[in-house]
């Protein structure tokens, strides 16, 4: 199995708030960034997703904030998938400064499977190959 | 005809950046606001218009800041349509503070009707409850 | 002790995404609106704390998706101070839709309190009404 | 002078809407991005020129939308200082998709310098290396 490569976004202005640091609503959109980035590194774009009538909607979410983020920095977002029953899965964030050295905030978020009429869907039979990877994955973990 | 009602947007913590100030792009999404405000002030609510298979994309904005705008701050829009030719429409914005006496920006935007494949659609025959609207309110512009 | 009102907030066009209903950030934005609503009807207007040199960061955030929001729809959210040791505090959020029948997501946040240089803060000292409040609400959670 | 390379932007989930499509208004952080970007490439990156204790706020916006750009694309950003008068300068964009066929959305920014109480700044005394940048970069313009 290749590795996967951190994700790496460089903050915008547009992102800071009166504190002049980052907002903290956006580090859940950076988790959806390096979440996306991740199906991509693994050969599932999210793209190819919808186009097979899947949708992979956020039920739950958490961060912990730890360090704020200014401007102009580079973070870098390791992503791991760390629970998978066959219907729900959960995936971790870490996200760092680029050198890897100060943990800015860490959180998960949990997923499941929809049809696009939001319907719940066994990956098992519509996507055999997402469900042997998601398997794979979580081995160790179960 | 009834008269429209200005459209009130009180300032939000997440809507400022570093500058400590509103971040300038959140004006178009006020713009935004005020228009599906003024829509459903005629009578077209917007989610009924993507009912009858309408959108309503916009083909150009603009924007002029003269006076910035801080968190809890409450502000004032009035929204006129200025021009319609049939095709497209233009509505105009003038974003106040809340007693009306100080302009922060005002602005424009453009637009025209589609169905959702994204093909033009010609109001006159596919809505023409909306097209009698648009063009009595814009009678005296043409 | 007066009671809370509950917050609204109408959902707006720019906070839905490709799946048509409301992008699972914004409700992390949701929660911050209710939170400064809520600190105005207690008369602590949030601007009046960044005033006395004070700011209330986030620590942590959790929310629970149940039901998704879609366009147009009005959201009424239910928040109340859950714990306070002195140095931190407990949010909780429940999102309704507008007739208060359909719970569509709850979440907390947790916060404490720093001065405009980053540093922790001591409200029993500088802010003794606000610890008076904080102190009061959360009396039988203690 | 060295060249601009043109800055490449990932679209993300959450910068779509119900149309399926970007929302008009990131279009307008895009052009902040490529902005910031520009100023970086030109040895000006703008936490530097915080530092120096000024600030450019965007006087105007305007945005020319051509083509939807969908989620999983990579836009490609041409940027241009193309007015300079020593107060005041104007930055244009041309928004195109990766491989530079299809140009999606075109507009400007006008900008000012502050220094952080909001007063204008003159750049010739203030910042006289940037002031020559932009003299040099417009003279054809002028």
């Known amino acids: ?14 992102e800071t708030d009166t ?4 907002h903290h609503s ?14 991509e590194q693994i050969h599932f774009p999210y793209p190819e997703i919808e186009e097979r009538n899947l949708m992979i909607p956020v039920l739950g979410v958490s961060c912990e904030y730890r360090q704020a983020v200014r ?8 992503t791991e998938i ?3 029953n066959g219907i729900k899965f959960t995936v971790s964030y ?9 943990l800015h905030a860490q959180g998960n978020t949990e ?6 009429e939001f319907h719940p869907v ?8 997402l469900y042997e990877f998601f398997a794979n994955k979580t081995l160790h973990n179960r």
């Open 94 to 102: 870490k996200i760092y400064n680029e050198n890897h050295q100060v």
């Open 111 to 116: 997923h499941c499977f929809l049809d696009k």
């Open 82 to 84: 760390i629970k998978f």
């Open 19 to 22: 504190m002049t640091v980052v």
């Open 71 to 78: 401007f102009g920095e580079m973070v870098l977002i390791e």
């Open 26 to 39: 956006n580090y859940i959109r950076w988790f959806e960034e390096a979440r996306l980035d991740y199906l």
């Open 122 to 129: 066994s990956i098992k039979k519509k996507a055999p190959d």
């Open 1 to 14: 199995m290749e590795e996967i490569k951190p994700y790496y976004h460089k903050v915008q202005y547009y």
